[in-house]
């Protein structure tokens, strides 16, 4: 009896260990292209975003009183990111959007001024939590360079204006889920802060006004990692 016991263990432990030996010696299942790839060192990503600019126009004033009102506006964004590491990355982002502007409460009540267009690229540095899990947030800041072009016044009051270019500061909230290979859904958020002075000159003369621009940006895209 215990030699029976003996040799079945015998010839199981072997069985067993033949069957270890074969899982060791099968090769690992190659990816497939659908396998998420998460973030790397030394890679970049590509964004395409709708953006909706909103500006805050805090503390804004005229020469004549009142306050500053800025439309906002909804824009195709495009950025570019270089992962420093797989944490750390670095993005650029460009986009363009045309805005109307008016002062209310003015000394001469309601003024149309016109509209502009701003190119604002933002260069941010950012880090990237979980970056090699599907969902993967980030926080990031940066600055932002804001030149306005365009302008086109309202007229007849407004015969044209003008308005300053300027430098501001940006933060960033966003997060990036590889839902198949190296495509990625994203969703940001940026607050910038930014200061422009606009120069008007009207049939009554000329009238300055300045706010704190301060735009909400908001975007949701499809990104590609290469």
């Not at 009142?66 to 797989?86: C, I, K, M, R, W």
């Not at 933002?122 to 993967?136: D, G, I």
């Not at 909230?173 to 495509?183: A, C, R």
Request: net charge negative; proline share 7%; hydrophobic share 40%.
């Amino acid at each position: 009896m215990r030699k029976t016991l003996l040799a079945t263990c015998l010839l199981g432990a072997l069985a067993m260990s033949g069957v270890a030996s074969a899982q060791t010696a099968a090769p690992a299942p190659a990816p497939t292209d659908d396998a998420p790839v998460g973030k790397a060192a030394g890679t970049f990503m590509i964004r395409g975003r709708l953006i909706g600019v909103i500006p805050e126009d805090n503390s804004s004033s005229t020469s004549i009183g009142g306050h500053v009102n800025t439309t906002a506006q909804p824009a195709p964004e495009v950025d570019l990111s270089y992962f420093f590491t797989d944490n750390i990355a670095a993005e650029l982002i460009a986009a363009s959007t045309r805005h109307s502007i008016s002062a209310t409460g003015t000394a001469a009540g309601y003024v149309d001024v016109g509209s502009a267009w701003v190119l604002p690229p933002t260069l941010t540095l950012q880090y990237h939590f979980m970056p090699h899990e599907r969902f993967s947030p980030y926080v990031g800041a940066g600055l932002n360079v804001s030149f306005f072009y365009g302008t086109s016044p309202a007229g007849p009051t407004v015969k044209s204006f003008s308005m300053d270019n300027n430098v501001g500061a940006a933060l960033q909230l966003g997060f990036d889920y590889n839902f198949t290979g190296h495509w990625f859904a994203n969703f940001d958020v940026k607050q910038i802060f930014l200061n422009t002075t606009a120069h008007i000159n009207t049939v009554l003369g000329p009238v300055t006004a300045k706010t704190s621009l301060d735009p909400l940006v908001i975007g949701a895209g499809i990104g590609y990692r290469f």
